[in-house]
Every structure is written in C-alpha cells, then in structure tokens.
C-alpha cells in the first residue's frame, strides 16, 4: 500500500510541474506581450497604460501590411490548395509513374529553407541581374523581364515552400477512401472529370480546407520570404513592419507588441476555423467493408501528369539549389551564367575566414541536438497525460500546448522580449532554446500522441496488476511502444530547428548567432556569394 501511494504521489508531482512548464513557457510571453501593447514605456522602463499603440496600429501604413499580409496569406492558401490537390491525386490515386520517390520527391521541400527558396528565386528573377531574366533577354532584347521583389513574388515562393502541407493533408484521406464510392459514380455514366469533382474531392474536402487554413497560417507568419524579397521594394507585411519597428533605431518596442498582437488575432481566427473544420468531418470514407485501394488509369495524360509533378520539384527545389551552387562559386556575381569564372575562393572565405561560420555551426547544432530533446520529452509527457491521463484538467492542457500553434515564431520573439528583458537569459543561447521549444511543441505533441492514442489501456493495467509501479510502467511499457514515434518527433523537431529564421532573428545576440542568422547577416550586407556558399 506504501508503494502505491508513493507511486502516486509521484505521479502526481510529475503531472504538476509538466502542467507549470507548459502553462510558463506559453502564457508568459503571451501575457507580457499584451501587457506590452498597452504600455507606454519600452520593456524594463517606467510607463502607464494606454490604448495609443493600437490607435497607432490604424494608420495608413499598418493597415496597408495587413491587407499585404492578408492577400499573401489568402494568394499562398488558395495556391497551395489547387496545386496540393492536385499533386496529391495524382500520387495517390492515380496510376502516375514513379509514384512512389515522387512521393519522397514532392515533400523534400521540406528541407529547403523557405528563406533561401527567396534569395534563390532572387538570383533568378531579380528585375537586372535575375539569371532567368538575362538569358530571356539574349532571345528577346526588348523584354522587361519579371520582378521577383513583389508582393506576386513573394505569394509564388511562399506557394513553392508550402505546397507539402497541403500533400501531406491529403495523403491519408485520398489513401483510405473506399474506391466503390467513385465506382458507383463511374458506372453511373459519370465521366472521369466528374466523378473528381463531385466525388472525389467532396469526400476529402473537409482536409482539403484544413490544409488550406493551416497553409494560411504559416505564410502570414512567415519572415524570410516577405523580408528578403518584399522589403527591398518598401513591401511590408505584418511581421516586417515588427521587425522594423524592433530593429531599426529607435525601436518602439510598444507598437511592435501592438502590431503582434493583431497578427496573432488572424492567425487565431485561422486555427480555430482549422480545428473547427477537422472535428466535424462531414463525410464517411473509411468503411468496415474490406477493399482495396484502386488507381484511376490516366491513359496517355500520364505522362503529362508525370512532367507536372517533375515540375513542382524543379521549381521548388532543384532549380533554387543550382542557383545557389552556380553563386557560391562565383567570385562576384554579375547576372550572368559564364563558368569560366567558377572558384572556390567564397567557400574558402566561409571555412576559414569567416569569423561567425563555425560559432553559428556549433549553436545550431547545440540548439538543435538540446532543443529537440528537451522538446520531445516534454511532449511525450505532455502527450501521456493528455490521452492516458485521468485528470479533469485534460482539455486544458492540450489547449495550452496547442496555443502556440496559433502563434507565429516572430510574435513568440515579441513576447519573450518583454518577458526576458531583465532576466539573467535575455541575449544568451538559452532564450533561442525558450523560443524554439515553446514555439515547436505542438508538432512534438502530435507526433507523440497520434501515437501514444493507438495504445490499448489494458497494457499499462496488465503492469499495475502485477505490482508495477507508475514510473516502471512509463518506462518498461510505454516508453518502448512509443520509441519509434519520439525517434521521428525528435527528427522533425531537429530538423525545423536547425533551420529556423523568425524565432531566432529578434532574440539573438553576437556570440549567439546560428545559421539562419548568419545567413541572413550576410543577405543584409550584400554579400551573395558567401551567403550562396554558406546555403550549400
């Protein structure tokens, strides 16, 4: 009996201080960055309340970034959508060649920076020295060539990076849909066309909207795209026109809160929509009938379809890598493809003579490896206590740990900025850890308990009966059941890590640089070909 209730105790103890992280690392900086867009004093300063800043967030300036955030968001969702769809139809229910490392293929955008998507597409299509507009004009001399550095070129790169989110939604549900829905229509005399658009995709639409929220809100918080290719051209979008007011002297830390504080009001409606959407799943695709999956026969469009599909990762991904190796080994770049002049010399400049490679390599790498461990046990206890749990207070703690979801990186960096000001950790590594933990531990919460879900009770109840204790049977039971999914957890969280722009560019400090950063350093001072190697 002794052993039972210290078993409990310790159970409790645990869930405690998991609910008191959790509930810290989200409220605070978002209650200190409302608490910051009514203040009329800069973070750590003296000052009084007011509702100027959001008076302030009505000008003409502001309120045109939101329309630009607005049309990015809506342009890239509604994109997405079309061309997600589509690829995702094709892969898994039709015939298509190579369906399979197509499948790989399309989502490797994955691990292409969406940032460096931007300056890729900037080599390409810069209105002077774009790659694609100068060999366009050695055929057409009179051509203007496109411009990239526009609020349509940052929608066409933003489209780029995101259309996976929208493959990947619709992978599951195109997989498991009964074929003799589609049969039926067929049979019926339905055409091919048809039997897509008034069958088909009805009975996947609920995550066909789904990906499309979720695409939304991911491009109006994103930083790198609008940064590197709307401000060259005074185009601002919301988390610019923050990053100006923060960076630029003198900041006005004040209005920046206001600003994210808005920005976090549209993506909240956004995610609630999303959650609202996914809950309520109109149609019934997935029957207990046994059958197996068939594929439509696209006949000789295949191979059209095939090209289209190519297409996308050239586009999203091939054609931005060759970009950037063809600079990087440039010495100073003119606009120009002439591989006479190929050298080594910026990757010697990167390797040995650049003072920040190495410092920003090793924080990377300490942020990624740490983070992403302490990311993942948390989620994993998070994720326990939310599915095998019993306490009332289940529902609330999912909520927390989804809100961030709703946050975009940049508005997180706000917050913490107010939060931390004046604490001990404010300009070291330790504040980007706060930053990348609190604002990922969604994605390590689902990938945990998506698993941990399929987990029958009577496995955990088998180890009590037979005298287990609840730590024993969190880790002689649980824990090896769900190692597969905290080995993917702790990848993906790994990955976006490493790479991650908007958490990191307000927080860091010299010293503290990472990649990201370090890119982005090198985008600010001009220097493309370093940047270009660094990128590779």
């Known amino acids: 009996m002794a052993r039972t209730e210290r078993g409990r105790l310790t159970q409790t103890v645990v869930q405690a201080v998991v609910y008191a992280a959790v509930a810290y690392l989200v409220l605070s900086p978002l209650a200190m960055l409302f608490y910051g867009s009514v203040r009329t004093a800069p973070p750590g300063a003296p000052g009084a309340f007011t509702l100027a800043n959001f008076r302030e967030i009505l000008s003409a300036r502001y309120l045109a970034a939101l329309e630009n955030t607005l049309v990015l968001g809506v342009s890239a969702a509604l994109l997405c959508t079309i061309v997600g769809t589509a690829l995702a139809w094709l892969v898994f229910r039709t015939d298509l060649p190579g369906r399979r490392v197509l499948a790989v293929v399309i989502t490797s955008t994955f691990y292409f920076p969406s940032f460096l998507t931007a300056e890729s597409w900037g080599i390409l299509l810069a209105p002077k ?13 009179e051509l203007e060539g496109l411009n990239i550095y526009s609020l ?10 995101y259309v996976p989110y929208t493959f990947l939604f619709l992978a599951g549900p195109f997989q498991s849909m009964d074929p003799a829905l589609e049969e039926a229509a067929a049979m019926s005399g339905a055409s091919r066309a048809r039997v897509l658009f008034t069958v088909s995709l009805p009975l996947v639409s609920y995550a066909i909207l789904s990906g499309a929220l979720l695409t939304f809100v991911l491009a109006v918080g994103l930083f790198g795209v609008p940064a590197i290719l709307g401000m060259p051209g005074q ?114 400049e990167i390797l040995f003579d650049y003072p920040i490679t190495w410092r920003a390599f090793r924080n990377s790498l300490v942020l990624s490896a740490g983070g992403a461990t302490i990311g993942i046990a948390l989620s994993a206890l998070v994720s326990y206590m939310v599915v095998k749990g019993r306490m009332r207070t289940r529902g609330v703690l999912e909520t927390l740990t989804m809100l961030p979801a709703a946050v975009p990186g940049l508005v997180i960096s706000v917050g913490l900025l107010w939060a931390y000001v004046q604490s001990p950790i ?51 039971v649980v824990l090896p059941l769900v190692r597969p999914a ?17 958490s990191a560019v307000l927080l860091y400090s010299h010293g503290n640089e990472v990649l990201s950063v370090a890119i982005w350093d090198l985008h600010q001072n001009g220097n493309l070909g370093m940047l270009a190697a660094l990128a590779v």
């Open 129 to 141: 020295s774009g790659l694609l507009n100068n060999l366009a004009r050695l055929l057409l001399p």
């Open 152 to 161: 349509a070129g940052m929608v066409w790169v933003t489209t780029l990076a």
């Open 235 to 348: 185009i601002y979008v919301l988390v610019t026109q923050i990053y100006s007011l923060l960076e630029f002297y003198p900041g006005n830390y004040q209005v920046a809160a206001a600003l994210a504080v808005l920005l976090m009001g549209v993506t909240a409606v956004a995610v609630w929509l999303q959650r609202y959407v996914t809950g309520r799943r109109a149609h019934t695709t997935i029957t207990g009938k046994g059958y197996r999956p068939r594929t439509l026969r696209l006949g000789p469009v295949r191979w059209v379809a095939f090209a289209f599909c190519v297409g996308y990762f050239v586009l999203a991904v091939l054609l931005p890598t060759l970009a950037l190796v063809y600079v990087s080994l440039q010495r100073f770049y003119t606009g120009t493809l002439d591989l006479s002049r190929v050298t080594l010399h910026n990757y010697r």
């Open 426 to 476: 404010y300009g070291t590594i330790l504040i980007l850890l706060v930053s990348y933990v609190t604002h990922y531990l969604p994605q390590g919460f689902r990938v945990v308990s998506s698993n941990l879900v399929q987990m029958h009770d009577d496995l955990e109840e088998s180890a009590r009966v037979s005298g287990a204790s609840w730590l024993r049977t969190l880790k002689d």
């Open 486 to 502: 905290l080995a993917s957890g702790w990848l993906l969280l790994f990955v976006v890590f490493f790479r991650e722009l908007s």
